[in-house]
């Protein structure tokens, strides 16, 4: 049975830093892309980064520079990196599993995701 499970949100001063997990099960995760996503809360889920199977990674705007998205795929795990988190990166976070091996195919199977709160 496939499975994405998130892990490591949590509340964190804004500045400070916080490592997410993807625990995939179910598949070979070698051969896909993984997305992280955010929704705050009243807004629409929106894209935070993606690695393809080979290891290429794409961030959005608001994250670029601050985090790092990364695959060990001996240990079937996707993790997120985040520094200087600010206010505006409270959300809900999720994995999801790509429907191939590129980010382009879109996602098809989803975490249900871990609380990150930035907040003094």
């Known amino acids: 049975q496939l499975q994405l499970v998130e892990s490591g949100g949590g509340l964190v001063q804004p500045g400070g830093s916080l490592r997410l997990s993807c625990a995939a099960s179910?598949?070979?995760?070698?051969?896909?892309?993984i997305g992280w996503f955010r929704q705050a809360p009243g807004k629409e889920r929106e894209g935070v980064s993606c690695?393809?199977?080979?290891?290429?990674?794409t961030y959005a705007a608001s994250v670029k520079g601050r985090f790092t998205t990364s695959r060990d795929n001996r240990k079937n795990t996707v993790f997120l990196q985040m520094n200087l988190l600010k206010p505006e990166d409270t959300a809900v976070y999720y994995c999801?599993?790509?429907?191939?091996?590129?980010?382009?195919?879109?996602?098809?199977?989803w975490g249900k995701g871990t609380l990150v709160t930035v907040s003094s």
């Open positions: 999801a599993k790509g429907r191939k091996a590129m980010c382009v195919s879109g996602m098809d199977d």
């Open positions: 179910g598949f070979t995760l070698a051969n896909y892309a």
């Open positions: 690695i393809s199977s080979s290891g290429g990674t």
